[in-house]
C-alpha cells in the first residue's frame, strides 16, 4: 500500500487550504484513513481520521478548524483546513490503518506566514 499526499505549500494567516491523499494497493477492510501533523521539534500529532463507513473522529486537542472527509471509492481521504494560524506550519502526514497494519504517506508541508 502507496500513500501520496498533495496539497500543502505557503498561506497567509486566516486562509483556508486542503490537503488530499490517495492510497493506491491492496487496502483491506476495515480501515480508516487520517491525518497527522509534525511542527518543527514536535512530535508527531493526530488531527483526526475517518473510518470506510464514515465515521470520523478528531483528537481533543483540534479545533473544529480542521475537517477529515473521504471519497472511500477513490481511496481518497481529505483535509480542509480554515483559519490558519503560523502555529499551523507543520508537516502533514495522511496513514491508513487497517486491522494489522497501518502505511504513511510521505508528508506535505504547510506554510502559514505573511
Known amino acids: 500500500v502507496q500513500l501520496q499526499a498533495s496539497g500543502g505549500g505557503l498561506v497567509q494567516p486566516g486562509e483556508s487550504l486542503s490537503l488530499s491523499c490517495v492510497a493506491s494497493?491492496?487496502?483491506?477492510?476495515?480501515?480508516?484513513m487520517g491525518w497527522y501533523r509534525q511542527a518543527p521539534g514536535e512530535e508527531r500529532d493526530l488531527i483526526g481520521f475517518v473510518t470506510d463507513k464514515g465515521v470520523t473522529n478528531y483528537a481533543d486537542s483540534m479545533e473544529d478548524r480542521f475537517t477529515i472527509s473521504r471519497d472511500s471509492a477513490k481511496n481518497t481521504v481529505f483535509l480542509r483546513m480554515d483559519r490558519l494560524k503560523p502555529d499551523d506550519t507543520a508537516l502533514y502526514y495522511c496513514?491508513?490503518?487497517?486491522?494489522?497494519?497501518?502505511?504513511w504517506g510521505q508528508g506535505t508541508l504547510v506554510t502559514v506566514s505573511s
Open positions: 494497493g491492496s487496502i483491506s477492510s476495515p480501515n480508516s
Open positions: 496513514n491508513l490503518r487497517e486491522q494489522i497494519s497501518h502505511y
